[in-house]
């Protein structure tokens, strides 16, 4: 691998956080759903159950992987490591921006790629965008953008050199 590789982990406390929050939450269900009167309210709280259940898989998983990095800035290329792997090469990377939103009332932080051609032949056409969540990421996020944009333009440099 490359000797500039910058690496980022999850924060394994607000995993661990998350992780109780959802197991208190299904014993909650399951026993708001041994009172129930109802077949249907039943049936609400077996897909509550479900959810709840598909959240703690996806929680457990990045709390066993966090000692694996989630996100590697190389030289050239960004690599992500989520639900899905993306590479980015940094050479097509344009601009890049921190994006704070709200999903279901939870706040959500990103990292916004805009993409376009190294060497700069479709300025006036809007690139494509790679969204790089940050949920729990261990990181100063002003550090890993500059580092980010950096890298990006020592990559266009070279690209346009060529």
Do not use: K
Request: net charge positive; charged share 25%; glycine share 4%.
């Amino acid at each position: 691998m490359d000797a500039t590789r910058r690496d980022y982990f999850r924060q394994a406390p607000l995993l661990q956080r998350q992780l109780g929050v959802l197991v208190l939450i299904g014993v909650l269900i399951t026993w708001v759903m041994s009172h129930a009167v109802w077949r249907w309210f039943e049936l609400l709280c077996v897909a509550l159950l479900w959810l709840c259940g598909a959240a703690i898989f996806v929680v457990s998983a990045r709390l066993f992987t966090r000692h694996h990095p989630a996100i590697s800035v190389f030289t050239d290329r960004l690599w992500f490591r989520g639900l899905r792997e993306q590479v980015v090469m940094l050479r097509n990377v344009r601009d890049a921006q921190v994006v704070d939103a709200r999903f279901a009332g939870l706040p959500r932080r990103w990292i916004e790629l805009t993409l376009g051609d190294p060497r700069g032949r479709d300025a006036d056409v809007d690139g494509e965008s790679v969204r790089v969540p940050l949920d729990t990421i261990e990181a100063d996020v002003e550090e890993m953008l500059a580092l980010i944009r950096q890298r990006a333009a020592e990559q266009r440099e070279l690209s346009a050199a060529r």
